[in-house]
């Protein structure tokens, strides 16, 4: 085991991407989940991925609205998951030390992050790979 222990659980900044497309009835509730961490030092992405329904971009911005954490993008064209994941990790504020992924439709009990950073036990750079698209522009 060679990885660095800083920080320590409770100095910890969890960046959390979550990739959204059509899922405005679902994502309030998600969106209520992450507020209800235990942990509160995180940042939420909420990247659109060119969502069909008239109302997506108020929806949006009044949960990004929401609280200071919470960043909502919307992409120009749709896509895939893996451009939206990758376009919320460029986003993001420079200062995370872990990064996790929420799906709009998940609702996250309040210990999610708290018992994530547990298991980690301080380790850095545990982070679920990001890919890029096999799209041609």
Not at 12 to 19: E, G, M, T
Not at 48 to 69: G, V
Not at 93 to 102: A, E, G, M, N, Y
Not at 114 to 134: D, M
Request: glycine letters at 4%; a negative charge; hydrophobic letters at 35%.
């Amino acid at each position: 085991e060679n990885y660095p222990l800083k920080p320590s659980p409770s100095d910890a900044k969890v960046l959390i991407v979550c990739a959204h497309f059509d899922h405005l009835n679902w994502l309030p509730g998600c969106v209520d989940s992450v507020l209800a961490q235990n942990h509160q030092a995180w940042q939420l992405i909420i990247v659109d991925d060119c969502s069909t329904a008239p109302s997506s971009l108020s929806i949006l911005r009044e949960q990004a609205n929401r609280d200071p954490r919470i960043k909502a993008i919307t992409l120009s064209e749709n896509s895939g998951a893996y451009i939206a994941r990758n376009t919320g990790l460029m986003a993001a504020d420079p200062d995370w030390t872990h990064v996790t992924f929420i799906d709009p439709d998940d609702v996250a009990t309040p210990e999610w992050l708290e018992h994530s950073l547990t298991i980690l036990k301080g380790r850095q750079g545990t982070v679920r790979p990001a890919q890029k698209s096999g799209r041609q522009r």
